[in-house]
């Protein structure tokens, strides 16, 4: 980590939402993670996507308490983002599959805004 931050670079780790991975990032120096939210986003059942949901709110959490920046990503779309964005000190999202996905159909440019505004009307 120190090679990047010697060059002014910010470092990121894409981890699982475990308090564990958390604070070993913090410790190896990053900058922010990303939490994978793939397991959130695959989830079945009311029951295991609000455990899912829990476990990504409890590391972003711990995150914010010991000072490390916050993202998430994998297998976002439209329909699983808008419960995710009051995670704590969440700063940005990585959703590319399902926009470019949906583009297909209707245009980038409506694709992006239509995220654009299930987020601007949920966080």
Do not use: W
Request: glycine share 8%.
């Amino acid at each position: 980590m120190s090679l990047f931050h010697k060059e002014n670079i910010l470092v990121s780790l894409f981890i699982e939402p475990t308090e564990e991975a958390v604070k070993l990032s913090k410790e190896s120096g990053a900058d922010f993670i990303e939490l994978h939210t793939g397991t959130y986003c695959n989830a079945k059942g009311k029951d295991n996507i609000k455990k899912e949901k829990g476990r990504l709110f409890h590391a972003a959490s711990i995150a914010t308490i010991i000072g490390i920046r916050v993202n998430a990503g994998h297998g976002l779309n439209y329909i699983n983002t808008a419960p995710i964005l009051t995670i704590p000190g969440l700063e940005e999202l990585n959703i590319g599959h399902s926009i470019i996905s949906r583009s297909i159909f209707i245009g980038l440019a409506s694709a992006v805004s239509e995220m654009v505004q299930i987020i601007n009307e949920n966080k």
